[in-house]
Every structure is written in structure tokens, then in C-alpha cells.
């Protein structure tokens, strides 16, 4: 077999390797550019666009059956699943399409449709997806596979139909009533999203809390909001099985009051993902990998292997699409320029789509007072907000840690409405390395939800 040799080789096409392939052709490189399946990458076909496109249908499902709150009548309110299904596949598709032409019209750059694996050091083969394989090489490569969901080994899961955050979307009715294993994001977002679509929804986790990487107050905040949304939760339930039952699914779990079981029509799987590196075959090439299967990678993203780099999720840590655009922008600077870009210091922020939004940057208090340093903490309740009263959205909590001598910030973690815009506010800060008094005396616009981080940040606590 022939080796087709290129400089520069990108495989996956999610929110880093797509714009890092069309910049390293647009500087006269010839790329290649492997995809196995769509254009853009989970962001754009399985997860952010589709799933935060769903979650504003809910959202105006729940406003509109707030109606009598605010003085509006407005009678009955039913959700047409399909409608909403085809709203998001319009969004999603005009994403995709338009990603496809970026692609499809840049100079130097090759599309190539199908599944790479290493057969050696910057050597692949692909296996092409209208049949046939290629082998390829080139001088650097950025592999940018990203993750899929997790299947666990539980029994009776394999034969009943269970759905995945991405098969879940393309559902024409609302489920009777969904139960979900796991409590993580994925878990959160889709079951308040279909309790507002009206479906029964019953949480399994196996922790101790909702989301247990976040704060422990935000956490419980969580819990008291799905509660008040009528979604029930059950904590350190250790699934055991998964059969049929009376027409529907059951999943039955060891709790610390015995077994306990979550009868529903419809079961949705989201206990995590796990990187897509299996197929790709990274010992080959000498690239190493974690007991997880994930890329080990050092501070400027390059493999164990020289000349191979790996962004975005398959790498681990922080899966979010900002990040792996972020790692885009570090190759970019490194590769083609005089760059000395590396992910030292970057202060990781995101946000969950639930409603209350949750917005988070940096240290947890928990983790802040894992540091050699003096720790102050702000909290401010959403219903002590001037615009959340006015808009009647009170629920949630504002928090954020400090250092008491530096005046640092050291991390937020905000659930209200629109949490994500404000902790970007808080973020900013913290990348322009400003003391918190800046932003408790800053003359926000009255009245906007900024304005409460004058009140958030007047009253530090040990």
C-alpha cells in the first residue's frame, strides 16, 4: 500500500481540530483533515447546539406555565415534541452545513472520511467510509477524537432499549415517566429539560449528592430545586440490574434502606463518557495513555510521542468545548508562530444549562481550603437580588472564594438566572488578575444582575 504524506494531519473535526486544520493549510501546509462521522464534532451534532436548543423550548414550556405568576393567563400549555425535535435538527444542521463549506473551500486542506489508527510512528491507516483504506503520514499531528458515552456493565442493560444523550433527542413524544442513572450534567440537563416537557423523571446516583464535583451548597441547592420542579432524586443507589417490567424498564439499586426500585417507560444512561482512542490505536505510535484510555499530553499539548499533539477532550481534563478552542489557539501559536503557549494557569470556567443556570470558575470553597492560604467566602441568595425579585427568578446562590491577604480571587460557583454571564464578569477578573474590591465597587448599571456582585463581594467571610 502507498503512503499518501502530508504536513500536517488532523484527526477529528470537533471545536479545536476543525479551525486548527483550516489555519495550518491557510499557512500553505498541506492538511489532512480524517472525520468518521460529522463535521464539527459533538458540540455541534450530539451536545452543546442541539441539547441547549431542547432546553430553550422547555424553558419557554415552564415560563409560559408560570404565566399566572406575572399576571398572564394563558391556558393550557402542551409541548409538540416533534416540533420541538425539528427546531433543534434545523439548528443543528445549518451548524454542521456551515462547517462543511468552511472545510470543502479551503485551499490545501483534504477531507478524509473515515476511521484512523496508528500503525506507527506518524503513520496511519483509514479505513475510508465509502470502503478501502489509505495510509497516511505526515511531519505533525493533532489528534482530536474526543469522547463517547459510557455503557456500563450492568445486567439486563443490553437488552432493553435504553437511550443516550443523543439517541434521547430524537424522541417524537414525551416519555410517560424517564428514569435516568446518573447525576452528573448530562443527568441534570436532560431531566429537568423533559419534566418541563411534562414526563414523570426519577434520578438514580451513586454518590452521595447531585453533580459532586461542584460546591457542596450549590450541590444541595440543586437538590432542592429539582425537588421543588417535582423530580426525584435517589442518592448512593448503587444500580444492580436492568429488566422489563410490566411494559416499561426497571432499575433496580442497593441504597442504605435496601433495594430499592425505579419503575419507568423510558431509561436514559448517562453515567460519563470515555475517550475515543480504542480504534485509534496511540501504542502504536508510541503515544501513552492513562488507565482510562485518555492522552497524556505535557503543558504545550504534545504527546509522549514527539511531533503528535492531542486537544480537547481525549486529552482529559476539563471537557468543554471552550477549552478544546482553547487548546486550538495554544497549537496554533506554538506551531506557526514564536509562540511559548502552554495551558499553565488557565483558569477553567463553564456552565450547566439547567434553570437556574450554574456558572463556575476556578476553586470550589472546598478546594480552596485545600491551599496553603487565608480563605474568605462570599455567598449572596439569589432572592436578596434587586433583578431576580423583579423578574421573579429568586431561586439559587451566588458564592465565591477569596484570598484575605492578596484580595485574589480564587474561584466562583453561581446558580441564578443567567449564572453563566456572571461568572464570565468574575472570570475576567480573575484572568486580569484584579482584586475582588474591584468588583464590589464597581458602578454597575442599575439595575442588572452585574450589580449584585457589588453586594456579593461586600461581605467576606472566614
Known sequence: MGVDRYDALVIGSGQGGKPLALRLASEGSRTALVERAAIGGTCVNYGCTPTKTMIAS????????????????????????????????????????????????????????????????KELDVRLQDGGTRRISADRIVIDTGTDAIVPDLPGLKEVDFLDSTSIMELGSVPEHLVILGGGVVALEFGQMFRRFGARVT????????????????SAEIAKIFADDGIDVLLRARPRKVERDRGGIAVSSETAQGERKAEGSHLLVAVG???????????AAGIRTDEEGYIQVDERLETTAPGVYAIGDVKGGPAFTHISYDDHRILERNLLGDGEATTVGRIVSYAVFTDPELGRAGATEEQA?????????????MKKVARALETDETRGLLKAVVDRESEEILGCSFLGVHAGELMSIVHLAMMAKQPYSLLR?????HPTLAEALNNLFKKIED
Request: hydrophobic share 35%; net charge positive.
Open 58 to 121: 422547555a424553558r419557554v414550556g415552564h415560563l409560559a406555565g408560570r404565566g399566572d405568576d406575572y399576571g398572564v393567563r394563558t391556558g393550557r400549555v402542551s409541548i409538540d415534541l416533534e416540533k420541538v425535535r425539528d427546531r433543534k435538527r434545523g439548528i443543528v444542521e445549518s451548524f454542521r452545513t456551515g462547517s462543511e463549506k468552511q472545510v470543502a473551500g479551503a485551499e490545501n486542506l483534504e477531507l478524509i472520511r473515515g476511521e484512523a489508527r496508528f500503525t506507527g510512528p
Open 369 to 381: 481550603r485545600r491551599l496553603d492560604r487565608r480563605i474568605g467566602v462570599a455567598r449572596l441568595p
Open 273 to 283: 463518557r470515555a475517550p475515543n482512542t480504542v480504534a485509534l490505536a496511540p501504542d
Open 203 to 218: 434520578i438514580v446516583q451513586r454518590a452521595e449528592r447531585l453533580v459532586p464535583r461542584e460546591d457542596v451548597e450549590i
Open 441 to 445: 465597587d464597581a458602578p454597575f448599571a
